[in-house]
């Protein structure tokens, strides 16, 4: 049975006759989830602040917009800002597609070819495409991109678990290209790069494997447009899970798709940060949100295109508060085009799963709008995989279905393995020349702040003071709800003998021990205090890994947890500029990753006068390195260090091979006596 969201419509685009069943009170008001972790002191209050901040976020929908024209005017930004968090190219290019064929089955009314195709040189997509066994000559069909789900299915590919929709469309005169996913393809590549192999500098690089399946799917539409037996003004797109959610990538990205009809692929904000439902998915799920959206900005992009937006009941990853969230949200954005009836939900009974009323629906809708046949569909369950565990049957056996059919087959060339190191580009910035250092730094600070720091305000607020003078520490709030400490080690007896500041900025990595370095670096009149900022010491928080949930979640909003960090450093230092005056200067200090956090902090906070490094990793994607969201977009360590000119930048430790760009920017700063390498 099949729980539809609204009333049916008397409307060709809209024959869903479903029953309305009401919700469960528990389920309207939110799903119960397992509890949140509590083992560390800092658990509670970073999961309070994410709350909130995706509260914010998720509040901003449809702010500003009244009208259909209101939308279209925000459309085409909406469409680069899009491009830009899946890590695309606002306009992808198109290289050639190089489609091969090798193989061919005939099945009982229709036709598979093996192929791949390559969506960048080298980036190979496996597909399984079925046709009809008889199509009239010179007769263009419709057709139908099916992504896939995570389905294991080892060397033979994902596609292979979804045959039998495939087999159904090609019997009803539907052309089906479907598609292997980059992870569960026949070359099987990492769609879990955060969410447990550490490679946290996928955040630094902008890249997720949602980013690789979005343009799998672009450039697989390009190919059924290619096909001589293809109406390219019929193309629908449909898939289940990590298949639902690349529906909705590329049916927002490419208007080329006419209908849209993803299962089980999006919840919203509330649902994967506030209720942690994101541990349950893997990164292909995400993009990440440079831009802020409210989650359902994605699916609206798809307006007023039909969807059909269908989800279960008992779906422990797509609940049902957040599904109600959003189709209530398409319908207001469809209703502003006066298409209300081209949007509709079906809710199965059930849990992640397809079963007879999702099919039926699926396929009727897509008959509708692509072949004007509202017909009820009847035949939806013939030859569907069936069995589980090491006994599935399939009416096509899967190592027929491969496209290359031995491992000396797969392309010696393929970059499908190593992708998420050349996907998205590195910037490549050269040193300013003499007398350009000033517009230099001002184009890089410009796109820092439009795609990495976006949350900074203006300039950030001095730290609140809660609670001070217990054992030389005091315990600020440098945002609402982010609670921090700065110890003073060097107590003075009035703030006017001193003559500078030295904030030592910790990490997880740092001990209470004062660095001999630091000791070094100390002169009478000096005073000293040490930052700790969020997740560190007594407000550390529980990581697991997997999830990652903590980090993952702040990518979701816009932000890594280092970013939070290098706010806490700089609400300190504005701190103490407030206890002690405008004339005694602070520097920071740092090591190993601490010491980026502290550079980073200066570039953004001009009552910094100094920073004090050691062994500060030289790239974020050294290992160990704090990661900011995009930043290798824009720039690496060695161009922050540079834009500290003309401030004083002492570095210590054997980094000479890697200073050389700092000490060519602070040249062309006309202040290479500021910078200083022990």
Same mark, same amino acid.
């Given at each position: 049975?099949? $729980? ?7 409307? &060709? ?13 528990? *389920? ?38 009244? #009208? ?19 890590? *695309? ?354 184009? &890089? ?19 609140? *003071? ?5 054992? /030389? ?24 003998? #001193? ?7 910790? /990490?997880?990595?740092?001990?209470? #021990?004062?660095?001999?370095?630091? $000791? ?24 697991? /890994? ?56 200066? *570039? ?17 994607? /050294? ?56």
């Amino acid at each position: 049975m099949c $729980r539809s969201r609204k009333p049916a419509k008397k409307s &060709l685009h809209s024959p869903f006759l479903f029953v309305i069943v009401l919700i469960v009170a528990s *389920l309207a008001a939110g799903q119960e989830y397992g509890r949140p972790d509590r083992g560390q002191p800092g658990d509670e209050m970073i999961q309070a602040y994410l709350g909130r901040e995706t509260e914010k976020i998720h509040e901003r929908f449809l702010r500003d917009i009244k #009208t259909a024209d209101d939308w279209e005017k925000r459309r085409p930004t909406y469409k680069q800002e899009y491009f830009h968090m899946l890590g *695309l190219p606002p306009k992808p290019v198109k290289t050639p597609l190089k489609a091969t064929v090798t193989g061919t089955l005939e099945g009982d009314g229709y036709v598979v070819d093996m192929l791949h195709y390559q969506s960048r040189p080298k980036l190979y997509v496996t597909a399984n495409l079925y046709r009809p066994a008889e199509v009239t000559e010179g007769r263009r069909l419709p057709a139908v991109l099916y992504v896939c789900g995570h389905a294991r299915r080892g060397r033979n590919g994902n596609k292979t678990a979804y045959q039998s929709h495939g087999i159904w469309f090609a019997r009803h005169g539907v052309v089906c290209l479907m598609l292997d996913t980059l992870q569960m393809g026949e070359i099987a590549a990492i769609h879990h790069g955060t969410y447990r192999e550490g490679r946290w500098w996928w955040h630094s690089r902008g890249y997720t494997s949602a980013g690789v399946e979005c343009l799998n799917g672009i450039r697989g539409i390009d190919y059924l447009i290619s096909r001589p037996d293809v109406d390219p003004g019929r193309i629908a797109v449909t898939g289940i899970s990590g298949g639902g959610a690349a529906t909705f990538w590329i049916a927002a990205a490419d208007e080329r798709v006419r209908v849209a009809v993803p299962v089980s692929g999006m919840a919203d904000l509330p649902s994967y940060v506030t209720n942690r439902v994101i541990n349950g998915h893997c990164d292909c799920m995400f993009l990440y949100n440079t831009f802020q959206w409210p989650w359902t900005t994605i699916a609206a992009l798809v307006a007023p295109r039909p969807m059909l937006f269908i989800n279960s009941d008992a779906d422990p990853i797509f609940p049902m508060d957040a599904n109600q969230r959003v189709i209530n949200r398409l319908e207001r954005i469809y209703s502003l085009y006066g298409r209300s009836d081209f949007v509709d939900s079906v809710v199965s009974m059930g849990g992640h799963a397809y079963r007879k009323d999702v099919r039926r629906a699926a396929y009727r809708f897509i008959n509708i709008h692509l072949k004007n046949d509202p017909s009820p569909v009847t035949d939806s369950e013939v030859d569907l995989v069936t069995g589980s565990g090491n006994k599935p049957r399939h009416p096509i056996e899967p190592e027929r279905l491969r496209v290359f059919p031995e491992d000396a087959d797969i392309p010696q060339d393929e970059l499908n393995t190593t992708i998420d190191r050349h996907f998205v580009p590195m910037a490549k910035v050269d040193p300013p020349r003499r007398g350009e250092f000033t517009s230099w730094k001002a184009t &890089l600070l410009a796109e820092l702040r439009r795609v990495t720091f976006r949350y900074f305000p203006g300039r950030i607020p001095a730290a609140r *003071l809660l609670h001070g003078d217990q054992k /030389d520490v005091d315990r600020l709030e440098s945002e609402p709800g982010i609670k921090i400490r700065l110890q003073h080690l060097r107590p003075f007896a009035s703030a006017g003998d #001193t003559q500078r500041i030295m904030m030592v900025v910790r /990490d997880a990595t740092s001990t209470e #021990t004062l660095s001999g370095w630091i $000791r070094k670096a100390l002169e009478p009149g000096d005073a000293l205090y040490v930052c700790t900022p969020r997740g560190v010491g007594a407000s550390k928080w529980t990581t697991k /890994d997997p999830p990652n949930y903590i980090e993952r979640s702040h990518v979701l909003l816009g932000r890594t947890v280092d970013t939070g960090r290098v706010w806490d450093i700089i609400a300190a230092a504005r701190h103490l500029r407030a206890k002690y005056g405008k004339d005694v200067p602070i520097h920071v200090l740092g090591e190993g990753a601490a010491g980026v956090l502290a550079a980073y902090a200066a *570039l953004w906070e001009e009552d910094i006068a100094g920073v004090m490094l050691n062994a500060p990793p030289l790239s974020h994607m /050294d290992a160990g390195a704090p990661q900011f969201l995009n930043v290798l977009r824009v720039c690496d360590v060695p161009d922050v260090l540079g834009m500290l000119a003309p401030r004083e930048l002492t570095v210590h430790g054997n980094h000479a091979d890697r200073l050389g760009k700092v000490a060519d920017i602070y040249a062309a700063a006309e202040a290479s006596a500021k910078f200083v390498r022990e």
